[in-house]
């Protein structure tokens, strides 16, 4: 399909299909009654009872002393497993209010100022939270609380990762059955000299997604025995997508490159995404163009904001600044593709963060755009200099600004390829 027919066909069809998903809401403020209401049903004295926890949280706020909690959702046992994160939300199409509707329903029975060294320890409160993340369903659990819960929704740019609800000090918890934990973790669990790594990379070829693996890892249950620390949700996340990236690019490198120009378009939760595929050895880069009044740009006096980081066919050493987790995210959704394809490619994505992006909802949902960018039809280009000019038409920079923070945009050049 010519370019020019894809993105306008896109344009149309997505607008359409993701409506529902991208609308602004804030009703999340009328959540507060619920879950107060739902809270005094389900308490007996000082004591949660009778909850059932899909997934677990571990704060990076004085690190490495942490708060460390279980999140339960106080009313919600039979669907518990729809609290979690995960790939399926793209699948049903929520929206930024059904995410912090799903977040904020999550009480966090937590302890601050836990170390993280945790070695090989499955006792007391960081014991039973190993037992949940490891767990492949969620896990019946008693929570003895100190008082009630702070009932605090402020969402902040920290929160980006995984935005919680009301949280309450923990005194005890216990398990109310046994997990059931899958045998590629058990083995995992069993051997104390595998490092986190090979332990991670082990268990995505086995078929885990990224969303348990980091769950595992966030609970201090990978790597060397002697080792094993709690790490920060925020932390673990893009951990386990740059892990899983690196041995994803590895096995790219004696692969053919695509033969043609490709761009791949998708929207989500007022986001748009277009991935440019390159002949070419392995490269890769985010530009991020975020609109005024955008979360992450608020000032709607202030201009689109560009942020970019990129990586040749070796790699980066450092930890990516500007656009931090959502790089790996993106690039562990290309990967995905090209690996399935047993191709190589340059690979130059551009995210336009629209203030329909009200609220911060995680990285997971870059990741998950990306992933499905790749389904259906695409465009086709004769270059990647005429790419990057029919995508910027819809872009909110000019081609001048975007070629002066983007590497691979700067960097076109007629080649071979193109002629």
Do not use: C
Request: aromatic share 8%; hydrophobic share 35%.
């Amino acid at each position: 399909m010519r370019l020019d027919e894809y993105l306008e066909y896109e344009a149309d069809e997505a607008a359409e299909r993701r409506r529902l998903a991208e609308e602004k809401s804030y009703e999340i403020l009328d959540h507060l009654e619920s879950f107060e209401n739902r809270f005094e049903e389900h308490v007996s004295g000082d004591s949660l009872v009778g909850s059932v926890s899909p997934s677990i949280f571990v704060g990076r706020s004085d690190y490495p002393k942490v708060s460390t909690g279980i999140l339960s959702p106080v009313g919600h046992e039979d669907d518990a497993g729809r609290f979690e994160t995960s790939g399926q939300w793209y699948d049903e199409g929520v929206g930024i209010a059904d995410v912090f509707e799903r977040r904020t329903s999550l009480l966090n029975s937590n302890r601050t100022g836990v170390g993280v060294d945790v070695n090989d320890a499955w006792d007391g409160f960081t014991g039973v939270q190993r037992e949940i993340a490891i767990a492949d369903r969620p896990v019946g659990v008693e929570v003895g609380l100190d008082g009630r819960p702070d009932v605090d929704y402020d969402v902040s740019r920290d929160d980006v990762a995984t935005p919680v609800g009301p949280r309450a000090t923990a005194q005890s918890a216990d398990l109310t059955e046994n997990p059931h934990v899958p045998r590629a973790v058990e083995k995992t669990l069993e051997d104390d000299d595998w490092q986190a790594q090979g332990a991670i990379n082990y268990l995505y070829r086995r078929g885990f997604d990224v969303y348990d693996i980091n769950t595992i890892l966030s609970a201090g249950a990978l790597g060397q025995a002697k080792n094993r620390k709690l790490v920060p949700t925020r932390w673990s996340i893009t951990a386990v997508d740059d892990t899983v990236g690196q041995y994803l690019r590895g096995t790219l490198r004696g692969n053919q490159s695509v033969d043609k120009v490709e761009v791949h378009h998708n929207e989500y939760l007022g986001n748009s995404f277009w991935v440019i595929l390159a002949p070419g050895k392995w490269e890769y880069e985010l530009v991020e163009m975020k609109a005024p009044g955008s979360i992450w740009n608020p000032d709607p006096a202030a201009g689109t904001y560009l942020a970019s980081a990129h990586e040749g066919f070796e790699g980066r050493t450092g930890y990516v600044d500007e656009t931090a987790g959502a790089y790996y995210a993106a690039r562990l959704g290309v990967l995905e593709h090209l690996s399935e394809r047993g191709r190589q490619a340059k690979a130059l994505v551009l995210r336009h963060v629209s203030d329909d992006y009200w609220g911060p909802v995680g990285v997971w949902q870059v990741r998950e755009a990306i992933r499905h960018a790749f389904e259906g039809e695409h465009g086709s280009a004769e270059s990647l200099s005429a790419a990057v000019g029919e995508v910027g038409r819809h872009l909110p920079v000019g081609q001048g600004r975007l070629r002066r923070k983007s590497t691979m945009a700067a960097g076109i050049q007629s080649s071979l390829l193109e002629f």
